[in-house]
Each structure stands twice: as C-alpha cells, then as structure tokens.
C-alpha cells in the first residue's frame, strides 16, 4: 500500500513538472509570435484616402505618439525598399515640419516617421522666408497635408549667436547674418531674466521657445491662405521645440 502511494505522489510530482515545462514552452511560442508581428516591417505608405480621412488633431495625436516610440527607442520597422517603390505612384503626407538645419535632429526619426510620411523643410534658426512659405502652401493647398510644424531645438546655434549678437557681416557671411537678423526680434521679445547671453540657459530656451511662436505667427501673415485654411479647421500651424537631451518634443 505504502509502495502504491508514493508511485502515485512521484506520478502527480511529474505530470505536475511536465505541465510546468509545457504552459513555459506555450508561453515562450506565444512571446516569439507577439515578437515577430510586432517587429513584421511596415511595407506601406500613406495613402490618399487616409490622409484625407484624418484631421488635424488625430494627426497631431500620431506625432505625439510617433515622438513617445522615439524616446523609448520602440521605431516601427520599416521595409523602405518596398516604401520606395510604392512612393513612385504618388505621395499623401499628412503634415509638413519646419526644422532648423541641426543634424542632431532627425526629423523622421523624431516623430517615428517613414518614406511618404511628411514633408521636412530645414533653414537655421527654423525662421520662415518666402520660400518656405511658398513650399508650406504646396504642402497644404495642394498636396493635402493638414499639419504644419514649427520646429525649434534646445541649444540651438542660431539663435545662441542671434542671443550673443554675433557680428557675421565682419567676417564676410552676409547671408548669415541676414539669418541671425530674422531671429533677433525674438531675442527682443523674450522677457528679460539675468544675462542677455546664450550661456544663461534659461533665457536662450525662453527665446527658442519664442522664436518658434513667433515664426508660426509670422506664416499666417505672409500666406493669407494657409490662415484661411487654418480658420476654416482643415490645417493647424503650430509650434514645438524638441528637446536634444531627452528626444521629447513639447508642443507649444
């Protein structure tokens, strides 16, 4: 009897053992599938009938999201090769970003963007002039993108030398500092706390901050009609700065 017991204790023991190694083995099939759909390459565009099918603020809502993968280093796997291709037949971008020219600013990559996604433009101190506007328009009235972003960074260069009043005139770069004039009413505007420098840091992140409110202000002037679109609700302008030490962008 005593021998029937312990068979049966050592059976239980091992069918107990067996089920545990069985419920992991299950487990770990499903954790690999969840991996392998998770991390499946995105092969697709955006297409015609969901940029259409989107407003402004669900679009905003994607960056925000998109900006959120970027600081958790969690980017969608993209299939650019087969992006590539299906970009030839047209392109549907759902916003366009004015950013400054600082490589450490990965605009696509900031926002968790691909191939088709949105229309970039780039100029120091991410200023407008009548060219940018000229290409936010084609970007809104034409080719249907439905956000515009002004796009400041922390520690931006420009306006650090706009802050410090740097003289480029003296050393024969008269574009730049044609550049550095556009920034300076920002400086102006900027309340004043401790040093007018770019080494008081506080200061030159209030008037980065500013300068990207002051651009957005400054597009709705010079294109009537991207205002018009604007207060119809089927765009919105506006800024952000992206801070460099945490990835996060802050929508101002």
């Given at each position: 009897?005593?021998?029937?017991?312990?068979?049966?204790?050592?059976?239980?023991?091992?069918?107990?053992?067996?089920?545990?190694?069985?419920?992991?083995?299950?487990?770990?099939?499903?954790?690999?599938?969840?991996?392998?759909?998770?991390?499946?390459p995105v092969k697709?565009?955006?297409?015609?009938?969901?940029?259409?099918?989107?407003?402004?603020?669900?679009?905003?809502?994607?960056?925000?999201?998109?900006?959120?993968?970027?600081?958790s280093n969690n980017?969608?796997?993209?299939?650019?090769?087969?992006?590539?291709?299906?970009?030839?037949?047209?392109?549907?971008?759902?916003?366009?970003?004015?950013?400054?020219?600082?490589?450490?600013?990965?605009?696509?990559?900031?926002?968790?963007?691909?191939?088709?996604?949105?229309?970039?433009?780039?100029?120091?101190?991410?200023?407008?002039?009548?060219?940018?506007?000229?290409?936010?328009?084609?970007?809104?009235?034409?080719?249907?993108?439905?956000?515009?972003?002004?796009?400041?960074?922390?520690?931006?260069?420009?306006?650090?030398?706009?802050?410090?009043?740097?003289?480029?005139?003296?050393?024969?770069?008269?574009?730049?500092?044609?550049?550095?004039?556009?920034?300076?009413?920002?400086?102006?505007?900027?309340?004043?706390?401790?040093?007018?420098?770019?080494?008081?840091?506080?200061?030159?992140?209030?008037?980065?901050?500013?300068?990207?409110?002051?651009?957005?202000?400054?597009?709705?002037?010079?294109?009537?009609?991207?205002?018009?679109?604007?207060?119809?609700?089927?765009?919105?302008?506006?800024?952000?700065?992206?801070?460099?030490?945490?990835?996060?962008?802050?929508?101002?």
């Amino acid at each position: 009897m005593k021998n029937l017991i312990k068979y049966f204790g050592i059976l239980i023991v091992s069918l107990s053992v067996i089920s545990c190694i069985t419920d992991k083995k299950s487990e770990s099939a499903k954790s690999t599938v969840t991996e392998t759909v998770k991390q499946a390459p995105v092969k697709s565009i955006l297409t015609a009938e969901e940029q259409e099918n989107m407003t402004p603020d669900e679009i905003i809502g994607k960056l925000k999201k998109g900006n959120e993968n970027f600081v958790s280093n969690n980017l969608t796997q993209r299939d650019h090769s087969s992006q590539r291709r299906e970009a030839m037949i047209g392109q549907y971008p759902k916003a366009i970003v004015l950013s400054c020219v600082d490589s450490r600013v990965p605009v696509e990559d900031v926002f968790d963007l691909g191939i088709g996604d949105i229309f970039v433009a780039r100029v120091a101190g991410n200023i407008e002039n009548a060219d940018i506007v000229g290409s936010m328009e084609f970007a809104t009235a034409v080719a249907g993108s439905k956000v515009v972003i002004v796009m400041g960074h922390t520690a931006c260069g420009a306006v650090k030398h706009a802050v410090d009043n740097t003289n480029a005139a003296s050393m024969e770069m008269n574009s730049l500092q044609n550049l550095l004039d556009e920034i300076k009413p920002s400086v102006k505007a900027t309340p004043k706390s401790g040093e007018i420098s770019s080494k008081n840091t506080e200061f030159l992140t209030n008037v980065i901050h500013k300068n990207a409110k002051i651009t957005v202000e400054d597009i709705r002037k010079r294109s009537p009609k991207m205002a018009s679109l604007e207060d119809d609700g089927k765009i919105k302008i506006v800024a952000a700065v992206y801070n460099m030490a945490t990835g996060k962008v802050e929508f101002i």
